[in-house]
């Protein structure tokens, strides 16, 4: 498979649990990204990874939420805690090189907080 | 905050009619990107054009750039019920940064 895999699909957890999402880029792909989407907007980012290393956080990636991308291969994000405000989409993306070829995006894991 | 705005929100055609899609940003671009999303699953990139470029073509697709007016145009022709999702445009942003800052969408209904 030559596409980006994100797992699980769907996760369902009660409020204060804490979930992990993985995502499995395109090997030859350097970049990683986490991008989150809400009903009805665009997708809203997260952070980024050159390799191992984190090199971009948003705001919106609070103390609750951590992504780690070990060996610079696969990458997870954890939220812990989680609150109901967190259901959404979560889209992992990968890109070679710069801002330039464009991302190739999973399918996403969809959490929904309960 | 979201860069992209995507005109109309919604758009309803029939199979063969060309759908037009409007984007306007904020602030300067280095590049804008035009993606699709199917219901529930992931984006699929179409097209990226950069700030010096004014138009480019992708199969059925057309993309235009006005940086003056800070917009740009998706045109899809001889559309086909496939076409059938939501396009977002996104712009990456100067300064250094990696991300990429999309709209909040366009649903394209192409009826058969």
């Known amino acids: 498979d030559t596409g980006v895999s994100q797992n699980p699909r769907h996760k369902i957890t009660k409020r204060g649990q804490n979930v992990t999402f993985r995502c499995d880029p395109i090997s030859e792909h350097n970049r990683l990204y986490w991008y989150r989407q809400t009903l009805g907007q665009g997708p809203e980012f997260l952070t980024y990874f050159q390799n191992e290393a984190q090199l971009e956080k948003s705001r919106l990636l609070s103390d609750r939420f951590s992504a780690e991308r070990p060996k610079g291969s696969f990458s997870t994000l954890e939220i812990q805690r989680t609150e109901q405000g967190d259901s959404a989409m979560y889209l992992c993306a990968s890109s070679f090189g710069q801002l330039i070829y464009g991302y190739t995006f999973g399918s996403g894991t969809r959490l929904t907080v309960v | ?112």
């Open chain 2, 1 to 112: 905050s979201q860069q992209g705005e995507e005109d109309p929100q919604a758009l309803s055609i029939q199979e063969g009619e060309n759908a037009t899609m409007n984007c306007s940003y904020k602030t300067s671009i280095n590049n804008l990107q035009w993606y699709r999303q199917n219901s529930g699953r992931g984006l699929v990139h179409l097209i990226l054009i950069r700030s010096n470029e004014r138009e480019k073509h992708s199969g059925r697709l057309r993309v235009t750039l006005d940086t003056s007016k800070k917009s740009s145009s998706l045109l899809i022709t001889a559309s086909r019920a496939a076409d059938t999702a939501s396009y977002f445009c996104a712009t990456d942003v100067q300064g250094g940064s990696e991300k990429l800052v999309f709209g909040k969408g366009m649903k394209l209904t192409v009826n058969p």
